[in-house]
């Protein structure tokens, strides 16, 4: 991200950049309970407009059916970290935040009341009534559940979850960058090709002695074995190639180590480092599907710039089309 000096101060904005990135991604995720909004109700209308108009019942048979949609293959929801919520709790977080309600803070500590006021009232029937409750009282208050409206909220959500979660801020703009990817290929396609699920680990992983920043496990539909896209990241604050070849030397030692360990995965290294030496890029290139180096320090790195991303989605929509061996 390119600083912005205003009087001699740099008042660059990141956390906006990184949080807008994410947000953008919780989109499939609108269109998929605007496609089951206009299958229940019959209605060729927009989100939007069926939302302010609709019965009480009618929100109701919108909203319960999302929460139990049975396929594999749905869109995700994440967190300010991007870390993905369960479907379950991805659907009450939506609707609460299309509705301007906090899910966590205020909505969660109200549905515990509720099942300890009654011991057979279950969670999701609890959830439930009160989304509908809160969105056909309301509507007219909150007056827009366009996309431009929502996504403001989303953002606002996405900031109080990432204050509030101790994470990897390096982390979470990379595992933005997959989601993106994953996102763009369901936005266009409705589902994950040859998968029929991918779920995105929350944290880093240990595979041997070798720490993995960022990854996924892709399940078949076929019922063949998983796929596991290994993500590292390798990051140098100082300036200079001198020690480059020691950093690739390590690295080409832990892909030919996680190649002989996983044989049923695609490795994908990110570089950040300023003056990384362009020869030692080759050298790492040939022993894997794919690369981005970004020659800049880390701390300047909010995610994935425009034409990087653009290769990354097209590298994975191969993984999803069974293209990528």
Same mark, same amino acid.
């Given at each position: ?30 269109d998929w309970v ?89 969670? $999701? +029937? @609890? #959830?439930?009534? %009160?989304?509908? *409750? ?6 007219? !208050?909150?007056?827009? =559940? ?109 892909i030919s180590e ?12 990110? $570089? +950040? @480092? #300023?003056?990384? %030496?362009?020869? *030692? ?6 022993? !894997?599907?794919?690369? =981005? ?33």
């Amino acid at each position: 991200m390119n600083d912005l000096i205003v009087h001699t101060i740099n008042i660059a904005h990141d956390r906006l950049i990184e949080l807008t990135k994410l947000a953008d991604q919780a989109k499939p995720f609108y269109d998929w309970v605007e496609k089951q909004a206009k299958r229940i109700t019959g209605s060729n209308r927009c989100l939007n407009e069926i939302l302010l108009s609709c019965s009480k019942l009618e929100i109701e048979k919108i909203i319960k059916p999302c929460y139990q949609a049975g396929n594999d293959e749905k869109p995700l929801l994440f967190d300010g970290i991007g870390r993905v919520y369960p479907h379950s709790k991805a659907c009450f977080y939506f609707f609460a935040w299309m509705i301007r309600d906090a899910p966590q803070q205020r909505l969660s500590p109200l549905i515990s009341r509720m099942q300890k006021a009654d011991n057979e009232l279950t969670k $999701i +029937i @609890a #959830e439930t009534d %009160s989304l509908v *409750e809160l969105i056909f009282e309301y509507r007219t !208050i909150v007056k827009s =559940f366009e996309w431009s409206a929502v996504r403001e909220v989303v953002i606002d959500r996405l900031e109080g979850s990432r204050r509030s979660i101790s994470g990897h801020r390096l982390e979470a703009n990379i595992r933005t960058s997959l989601i993106t990817a994953i996102q763009y290929y369901y936005s266009i396609y409705g589902n994950y090709g040859k998968f029929k699920n991918i779920e995105i680990a929350d944290k880093q992983i240990k595979l041997g002695k070798h720490t993995i920043d960022v990854s996924a496990e892709l399940t078949p539909k076929d019922g063949t074995h998983n796929v596991s896209l290994l993500i590292p990241v390798k990051t140098r604050e100082t300036e200079g190639g001198g020690h480059s070849h020691l950093f690739t030397r390590d690295l080409i030692t832990a892909i030919s180590e996680l190649k002989n360990a996983n044989t049923n995965s695609h490795i994908v290294v990110i $570089i +950040i @480092a #300023e003056n990384w %030496s362009a020869s *030692e890029i080759v050298t790492i290139t040939n022993q !894997i599907d794919i690369i =981005f180096h970004f020659n800049m320090n880390p701390n300047k790195f909010v995610g994935f710039d425009e034409k990087s991303q653009v290769k990354f989605n097209k590298y994975l929509e191969k993984i999803l089309e069974g293209e990528q061996k």
